[in-house]
């Protein structure tokens, strides 16, 4: 079961996913905003309801696949003795809590292999997506935002490991909104300032400072597991 702290720590774990963010979606961001009418471009204000159409619309989609996972762990709950099965979940969600910190750090880039399989989930996605461009107002943006969320990443899918630990569809729900939460102010900084805070983010020192703090979650993880 998600303890209080639990919801704590997906969100920062999302925030400190910026350095993973801004290379991985940086240029999207930056295409996006970009893709706005130049009157609404070149007014920092008015592209703020577009700012946070994209984003709500990406985290509603993270909301989703937390339910979805976070019901298929109760489903396996079930069928396994509870307390043994949330054992192996947490286990699992921890060693991938701590591939994600060596993948954020750049010490072993495997996670990049899942990001591979769940391209083919995107390429039936991306069709939908163009159709949706240019985009006129904030309630496309946030349609545009929901096909965004289902973009292929090593970051968001270690999550949602952690999700089917966490013990029920609101639980898993409750844990990617946090995470989602997480990730807004740098995805939504660098919407705003059209990808300068991108370049920030690829520093490597803030990359494996990043890297460092994530890998000492899962182990603070992987302790209570046992």
């Known amino acids: 079961m998600v303890e209080q702290g639990s919801y704590l720590a997906a969100f920062v774990v999302g925030l400190l996913g910026g350095a993973h963010c801004a290379g991985m979606c940086g240029g999207i961001v930056g295409a996006l905003t970009f893709g706005l009418p130049e009157p609404i471009r070149n007014r920092l204000l008015q592209t703020l309801p577009y700012q946070l159409g994209y984003n709500l619309g990406r985290i509603t989609s993270y909301v989703i696949a937390g339910a979805v996972m976070g019901g298929l762990g109760l489903l396996l709950a079930q069928l396994v003795p509870v307390?043994?099965?949330?054992?192996?979940?947490?286990?699992?969600?921890?060693?991938?809590?701590?591939?994600?910190?060596?993948?954020?750090?750049?010490?072993?880039?495997?996670?990049?292999?899942?990001?591979?399989?769940?391209?083919?989930?995107?390429?039936?996605?991306?069709?939908?997506?163009?159709?949706?461009?240019?985009?006129?107002?904030?309630?496309?943006?946030?349609?545009?935002?929901?096909?965004?969320?289902?973009?292929?990443?090593?970051?968001?899918?270690?999550?949602?490991?952690?999700?089917?630990?966490?013990?029920?569809?609101?639980?898993?729900?409750?844990?990617?909104?946090?995470?989602?939460?997480?990730?807004l102010p740098n995805l939504f900084a660098m919407g705003m300032v059209a990808g300068s805070l991108a370049r920030w983010f690829k520093d490597i020192r803030i990359r494996k400072v990043a890297g460092l703090m994530v890998i000492l979650f899962g182990l603070v993880m992987l302790y209570r597991a046992f």
């Open 83 to 183: 307390y043994a099965a949330q054992q192996v979940l947490l286990v699992i969600a921890s060693l991938f809590m701590i591939m994600l910190g060596l993948y954020l750090g750049g010490w072993w880039l495997g996670l990049s292999r899942i990001e591979h399989l769940g391209s083919r989930l995107w390429k039936s996605i991306e069709p939908y997506a163009r159709k949706l461009l240019p985009v006129k107002t904030p309630a496309q943006a946030w349609v545009l935002g929901l096909v965004w969320g289902w973009i292929p990443c090593g970051l968001v899918y270690s999550m949602l490991i952690w999700t089917v630990s966490a013990g029920g569809v609101m639980q898993g729900a409750g844990l990617m909104l946090a995470f989602g939460l997480g990730t």
